[in-house]
Every structure is written in C-alpha cells, then in structure tokens.
C-alpha cells in the first residue's frame, strides 16, 4: 500500500498560479474518480477543498480547481493569496478490492 | 455546528495500549461513515480506519491491521480507535472526521477534529 506522489513544494507570488500535481496508479486515481483535495494548515483541522476530481464544496473559492487526466491529477489555484499558504495533500480511493484511502505525502505551499 | 473532539491521546512504551475517542455533536452522528486518519512525523497523511453507519463493517490500512480496531456507539455520539501493539512509527496526530455524504461512503472527509497526540517511545 504505498502514498500518492506529490512534489514536495511549490511557491508562488500573491496574484500568479499554482499547479500541483499528484501520481498514482491504473488501480487508484487512473481507476476511479474519487480523488480529492485537502488544504492544511499546520495546527488546525485540514478542509476538503476539491471532491470528485473537480467539485468544490460549499465555501470555497473557484480559485481552486481540480483536474485529472489518466493516473495523474492536478490542483491548480489561481490569484495566489497569502493565506493560501500551507499543506497539501491529495487523496484517492483505491478500490473495492481493499477499500482502501490513499493520500499523497504532501506539498508544502509557499506564498513569496 | 459540526463538532469533533479527539481525546485519549498521550505518551506510551512500544507494546502499549491507548484507546481515542471521538466525540461528534452537530449533526445525526447515526447518519454518517467515519474515519481515523494520522499525521506522521515526515510522512504527511496516512489514512487508518473507517466504519459505516452501523458498526458492523470496518476497514483498515495495513500499516495496523490487527494491531488498531474502530467502533463507534452511536447513543453516545461518539468514535473510537483501540490502538495495541503500539509501535514508534505510530507516533503523530490522530484525526477522526465524518465523511460527506449522509449513510453512504464517498471517501471524503468533509469535517475533522483538531487531532489528538500519540507519542510511542521507551
């Protein structure tokens, strides 16, 4: 059972983009859309941010947007702010086989 | 408001026990599958356990199959996380959240706790 690959960090300045990637595999992101998002702030409880490879729940913003294509996904968030600033992580059900959750280890996000 | 409030955790010897608990208030705590996730030091998120509605189907990660056991008491509102054979690369932040959608498992955590500390070392 092994975590999904993300980039350890990114940075960007107020106002510019953001990509951040995540890598699985044919068994989890490439086999099912339930990949989601959460944001992390170091301390406090982590939000879904992105369900269903590109849903937002209530509350936030359209500045984040989700994407998927093949075993990879993708969040990109728009018009940085600082207090974007902080984890994340991405996360994948991998099958009924094993029912299991899968999270990637992470991207620390840095606002210059 | 959705509430949950992680408690039990603390500092105990490789081999150890501890035992979380949950507590949810704002919502039909009957009504909802939850999980156990835990920060890891270095490691991020690893997803632990989760449990349906009523008690009687349980997952796990392999990481603490046949070491950890959910269960949940839904008079009480509350989620537990029995945790033996406690081992160093245990140690982190336990979270308990509260999937979603209403009575089925979407695999997404909408609400967490703040989290609750274990600390396994000699």
């Known amino acids: 059972q092994s975590t999904l690959t993300q980039p350890r960090s990114v940075s960007g300045s107020p106002g510019q983009s953001v990509t951040i990637s995540c890598t699985g595999t044919?068994?989890?992101?490439?086999?099912?859309?339930?990949v989601s998002w959460y944001q992390h702030h170091p301390g406090k409880a982590p939000k879904l941010i992105i369900f269903?490879?590109?849903a937002r729940p209530s509350g936030v913003p359209d500045r984040f947007f989700g994407s998927k294509s093949g075993n990879t996904a993708s969040l990109t968030i728009s018009g940085l702010q600082t207090e974007d600033e902080a984890d994340y992580y991405c996360?994948?059900?991998?099958?009924?086989?094993?029912?299991?959750?899968?999270f990637g280890g992470g991207t620390k996000l840095t606002v210059l | 408001q959705v509430q949950l409030v992680e408690s039990g955790g603390g500092v105990v010897k490789p081999g150890g026990s501890l035992r979380l608990s949950c507590a949810a208030s704002?919502?039909?705590?009957?009504?909802?599958?939850m999980y156990w996730i835990r920060q890891t030091p270095g490691k991020g998120l690893e997803w632990i356990s989760y449990?349906?509605?009523?008690?009687?189907?349980?997952y796990y990660a392999d990481s603490v199959k046949g070491r950890f056991t959910i269960s949940r008491d839904n008079a009480k509102n509350s989620l537990y996380l029995q945790m033996n054979s406690l081992r160093a690369e245990d140690t982190g932040v336990y979270f308990c959240?509260?999937?979603?959608?209403?009575?089925?498992?979407?695999?997404?955590?909408?609400?967490w706790g703040q989290g609750t500390l274990v600390t396994v070392s000699s």
């Open positions: 449990i349906n509605t009523g008690d009687n189907t349980m």
């Open positions: 959240a509260r999937d979603l959608r209403r009575k089925v498992s979407s695999w997404y955590m909408n609400f």
């Open positions: 044919s068994s989890d992101i490439g086999a099912y859309n339930y």
């Open positions: 269903d490879v590109n």
């Open positions: 996360c994948s059900y991998a099958g009924s086989y094993t029912f299991h959750v899968l």
């Open positions: 704002g919502f039909t705590f009957s009504d909802y599958y």
